[in-house]
């Protein structure tokens, strides 16, 4: 296939990467004077996708890194970092805003483009590491080392293809692939398509160890690539199962297509809000809506624990023999998260089985009996068993209990979700809420695996 006119739409243009070098020029000079004028022995550098030159259009985020030696103390690198950063946004204008990852950077943007100013060590080796964010610098020489030339576009087509696949994103919200995966499979295998024709054998714990470091053994992910800038860490962590099967079949489903164009470019559907609600009424499920108001945390924090919540919840209900068909949560991540259950029972028989121990253990079996009384117990196949009453036989019942003060605990809800949940939650109809990605998100629920083929 020719992908010419597709590299076209999804590379920077020229003026693009002229500005963003311009951009990210002025800056790194800025803040590397700096350094320079306080005697300050750290060095700026340009990483990430832009100084790869994998970036895609529209993404090219600058990211510049403030190298300290490793000699500096922690708490005086993250002093100084935040402390030079802000006076880089004093200089452009811009406002900084503080984020976390093993210590605080500064996210601001200059000139339209979005900038990351983050402190690290100036590590030479993965031995070396003092921070999570220390290996940074070392990735983008790898890649630029590593990467021949025309290889950039093979990385923008792999990119491209599982963002539109929804598969790219090593954030918790996607749990897809990082953009130095991408990279890195690239270097290894050396095309996009060729990527693509090995990933369809893929098996779980498949493993890519470009330097042969033989360290695979200590990795249980379903996808291992050990990192060639550190033995010890599998650059695939973050890469959920789900994901990587949703990858391996679309990958399955472009290989046969005749419509390979498609799957670089946005699903094509004019979603109507009653359309989409009119499926949900066809299939003759339960449809159970919780809205929630959530805290001021971080995204990477607030995901795991909104993802957290729903499946303790979901598992909840399935213990208490409720059926749930599917879970899911949807979150504007401003103000609400939607919690979404649709049943395939939501409601009981106010009594249900007790099962007890096997009738060949003795003592087990009277202990049973003197519990819930000789008379009120018969067996079950092996199984010592009584009725008694449902304590909730009513969906609605039991989550109204469970999201209480009293026992919220029955469940495990992310901390920092618990009183929110307490406090404002609501049972609403799913029409209520007009928003794009709500009905979006909705479409999904209903129509699961439509990224992935076309």
């Known amino acids: 296939m020719d992908y010419n006119l597709i590299l076209t739409d999804i590379k920077p243009t020229v003026d693009e990467t002229e500005k963003i070098t311009e951009v990210s020029s002025k800056v790194i000079i800025y803040l590397q004077s700096l350094c320079d004028e306080e005697s300050l022995n750290a060095k700026v550098a340009l990483v990430g996708s832009v100084a790869k030159n994998t970036a895609l259009k529209g993404k090219s985020d600058i990211d510049i890194f403030i190298a300290f030696p490793l000699d500096t103390d922690k708490k005086y690198l993250k002093e100084k970092g935040l402390e030079l950063a802000h006076k880089c946004c004093d200089e452009f204008n811009a406002v900084p805003e503080h984020h976390f990852a093993s210590h605080p950077y500064v996210t601001t943007y200059i000139e339209d483009f979005e900038v990351d100013i983050v402190p690290c060590y100036a590590i030479e080796n993965g031995n070396q590491l003092k921070s999570a964010v220390d290996r940074t610098i070392l990735h983008t020489r ?36 990082a953009g130095y995966l991408c990279e890195l499979l690239i270097i290894y295998y050396g095309t996009f398509e060729n990527t693509l024709k090995e990933a369809i ?31 010890n860490r599998n650059v695939g962590a973050a890469l959920r199962l789900d994901r990587l099967a949703e990858f391996i079949q679309s990958a ?17 559907r004019d979603l109507n809000k009653n359309d989409v609600l009119g499926q949900f009424e066809s299939r003759n499920g339960e449809v159970i809506a919780i809205s929630f108001r959530i805290p001021d945390i971080p ?17 909840k209900l399935n213990d208490e023999e409720f059926n749930v068909f599917k879970a899911d949560y949807w979150s504007d991540e401003i103000f609400r998260c939607v919690i979404l259950l649709e049943m395939v029972s939501s409601k009981l028989n106010d009594i249900k089985v007790n099962v007890g121990p096997k009738v060949f253990i003795n003592q087990a079996c009277e202990n ?13 196949g092996d199984y010592l068993v009584h009725t008694q009453k449902r304590e909730f036989n009513n969906a609605l019942g039991l989550i109204e209990h469970i999201f209480t003060k009293e026992h919220i605990n029955l469940i495990k809800v992310g901390k920092n979700l618990k009183r929110n949940i307490i406090e404002t939650y609501e049972f609403i109809d799913i ?3 007009e928003n794009d990605e709500f009905l979006e998100f909705l479409d999904d629920f209903v129509n699961p695996g439509q990224h992935i083929v076309r």
């Open 142 to 177: 790898y890649v630029k080392a590593n990467l021949n030339e025309g290889q950039e576009d093979e990385v923008l087509l792999l990119k491209r293809f599982m963002a539109m696949t929804g598969t790219y994103g090593s954030e918790f919200k996607v749990g897809g692939f």
């Open 201 to 231: 054998n893929w098996k779980f714990g498949h493993t890519i160890d470009l330097e042969s470091y033989g360290t695979s053994k200590n990795f249980k992910d379903p996808l291992i690539v050990i990192d060639p800038t550190d033995k």
């Open 252 to 268: 399955r489903n472009y290989i046969f297509s005749d419509n390979k164009k498609d799957y670089f470019y946005p699903l094509k």
């Open 299 to 315: 995204l990477d924090t607030l995901h795991p624990q909104l993802r957290k919540t729903t499946e303790a919840l979901e598992r």
């Open 368 to 380: 049973f009996a003197a519990k819930y009384g000789r008379e009120n117990c018969y067996v079950q």
């Open 431 to 433: 029409d209520e809420i």
